[in-house]
């Protein structure tokens, strides 16, 4: 069995890696493009640790406490009055079939007294869902 002679080999292999090459940049720029980025808070929490679990719906609102007592609400620092009129404005904006949940990201060393006055005041606002967001106790 004969086999035609005019196959030429190649020697230069720069153009074997070529398309790989090719492909690493294609999914880079495709990752970069569709990945999501998660925001960082605007000061550091320490939360509380817990043996309970729960489970975060993306309509929920975040509120974060920091030990000296700054407030946030989704990420933008504000004072607490503010914080409430703006949780108390978005949930009459939304449906009664969608009420969001309130989590509450609140650093261990916070004043207890200062979280409880703020959630009754979440609950008058019209909240029914209270979460108090906490870190798995090490066993």
């Known amino acids: 069995m004969r086999f035609p002679q005019n196959r030429t080999r190649r020697d230069n292999d720069d153009e074997r890696i070529l398309p790989l090459i090719n492909v690493v940049f294609l999914l880079l720029i495709f990752f970069m493009l569709t990945g999501h980025l998660a925001a960082s808070d605007p000061f ?8 309970s679990e729960g489970l975060d719906s993306p309509q929920d ?3 974060l406490i920091s030990a ?12 607490e009055e503010t ?13 009664p079939a ?11 060393g916070a ?8 959630m009754q005041r979440l609950r008058k606002a019209g909240f029914q ?11």
Do not use: F, N
């Open 44 to 51: 550091a929490i320490e939360p509380a640790k817990s043996v």
């Open 61 to 63: 609102l975040l509120i």
């Open 68 to 79: 000296d007592g700054r407030t946030a609400l989704d990420g933008i620092e504000m004072d």
């Open 83 to 95: 914080v409430v009129a703006t949780a108390a404005e978005r949930l009459k904006k939304m449906s």
């Open 98 to 108: 969608g009420t969001p949940a309130l989590r509450l990201k609140v650093d261990g």
């Open 111 to 118: 004043d207890a007294t200062h979280i409880v006055r703020l």
């Open 129 to 139: 869902k209270l979460k108090l967001l906490t870190v798995p106790k090490a066993l």
